[in-house]
């Protein structure tokens, strides 16, 4: 049976990503950081990398999909180019409608104004018998942690302290994670924690 799982790579400090996001720097200063340990050390990291591609759905929020605000810029179609890793069905959580884009490699994003429990009811029927993965960003994982709905949580903690930025746990109340598994590599530790 399918479950509601999340990847995160997160600072020492807690952050997913640095502050001042911008379009020319979506991961905010110094939150390409958090990610060396995908491209640098794919080998030893493996596992992990092959986890976070393996679900047959995403969920993310607008700000994970784009830096626009407001009315939908239609020429923008993500961060990741024409071929975006999920390969996946995507659903953009939005107050803004607009129509689904399909890219190439099997990712197509779907954009759901109507909240997050619609966005992973999409997803669970998109997904089969695979995992639905919170993808990101702070905002909409703390969201599905506040309400209950995300049943593992993965943490990739990088050695790094950004000071500011996107934080997760931010205004969530305090809680007992049970841990599942935990691993460290020389980038990056990786945690496994059951939330629900």
Avoid at 95 to 116: A, K, L, N, W, Y
Avoid at 133 to 143: E, K, L, Y
Wanted: glycine letters at 12%.
């Amino acid at each position: 049976m399918s479950k509601v799982v999340c990847d995160v790579s997160v600072s020492a400090d807690g952050y997913v990503a640095g502050p001042n996001q911008s379009r020319e720097n979506p991961l905010g200063e110094g939150g390409e950081l958090l990610h060396r340990w995908q491209f640098e050390k794919v080998d030893e990291n493996r596992a992990e990398v092959d986890g976070i591609l393996e679900s047959g759905a995403y969920i993310m929020g607008r700000n994970m999909f784009g830096p626009i605000r407001g009315e939908w810029d239609l020429d923008w179609q993500g961060w990741w180019g024409d071929e975006p890793p999920y390969h996946a069905p995507v659903f953009v959580l939005t107050s803004h409608p607009r129509e689904p884009i399909v890219m190439e490699g099997g990712t197509t994003f779907s954009f759901v104004t109507d909240g997050i429990e619609s966005a992973l009811k999409q997803a669970r029927e998109a997904a089969g018998e695979k995992n639905i993965a919170i993808a990101g960003g702070a905002s909409t994982i703390n969201q599905y942690l506040a309400a209950g709905l995300l049943e593992e949580l993965r943490l990739h903690i990088a050695p790094v302290v950004l000071g500011g930025g996107e934080r997760l746990f931010e205004g969530l109340p305090s809680r007992e994670l049970e841990l599942l598994s935990g691993r460290t590599t020389s980038l990056v530790t990786h945690v496994r924690y059951r939330t629900a």
